[in-house]
């Protein structure tokens, strides 16, 4: 059993998230009734001070900016300065150049510690060819684990990529999380959401990233299945799912191991 949920819940980690002004909201209360503590904060003139003095920085691309992009950049660099973990959410990378450009320059800019990304974001940043379909995974032909792994190596990340059954890499080594609930892709942010969680059991297990993300994935589809019993649908699904984030207990999930190696 992880003993992770309890120490973010004792720690209760300062998750400062860059994101979009679709989910800010869900954002901030899915952590709050995780036991994490959020911060938006995406000014340039603060973003880097608030960076280093957080537990970790969420970088959100959903709705960027100009300003919020070069922001973003100086947010990720304080928090290597500070040592604490980077998540990079790509949201709807392939949809635009504007967001292919943006991801490439925050990939050369700052150690990301976890890329949390659909299938067609990670084509997007692997650069596979896919149909994109704005923030949504589109369609596309590709072996994502393979790709995925790819892309962990080439940035020296975790990659988690998910949908039905997430897949978790870290360039060697491979996990799949299966659970949660269609619904969960007919409510917007769940994606975004699950970007901050990582990041909030990153906070507490930075000294093994896969295994924490391991245990954020696997947490938040039992989060998913359990609050689908309560509502399928989607208005009430989204309040059950918040409640459920504050009800999970480590005897809820449990921590997979990685499957296999995976191939080179
Ligand atoms: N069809 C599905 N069945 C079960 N879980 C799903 C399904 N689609 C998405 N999820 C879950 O919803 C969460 C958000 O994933 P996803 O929809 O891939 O992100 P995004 O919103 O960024 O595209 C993840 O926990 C994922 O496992
Ligand atoms: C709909 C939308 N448009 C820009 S950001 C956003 C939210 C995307 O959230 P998620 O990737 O979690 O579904
Ligand atoms: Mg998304």
Redesign the pocket.
Known sequence: MSKLLSELRERRPLVHCMTNIVVANFQANGLLALGASPVMADAPEEAGEMAAAASCTVLNIGTLHRESLEAMEMAGKAANGAGNPVVL?P?GAGATQFRRDAVSRLLGAVDVTLI??????LAAIAGVDWQASG???GDGDMDTETVAAEVARQYGCVVA??????ALTDGQRIVR?????????RI????????AVCGAFLSVGKDDPFRSVAAA?AL??AA??RAAETSSLPGSFLSAFIDRLALLGEEDFAVPEPAEEVRA
Do not use: F, Q, W
């Open positions: 959410d949201v949390r990304c659909n299938a067609g974001e923030v949504d995974a990529v998910t949908g039905e059954t997430d999380i299966s659970g949660g609930h269609p619904v969960m892709s917007t942010g769940a994606g975004c959401l699950l970007s994935l938040y589809k998913g299945e």
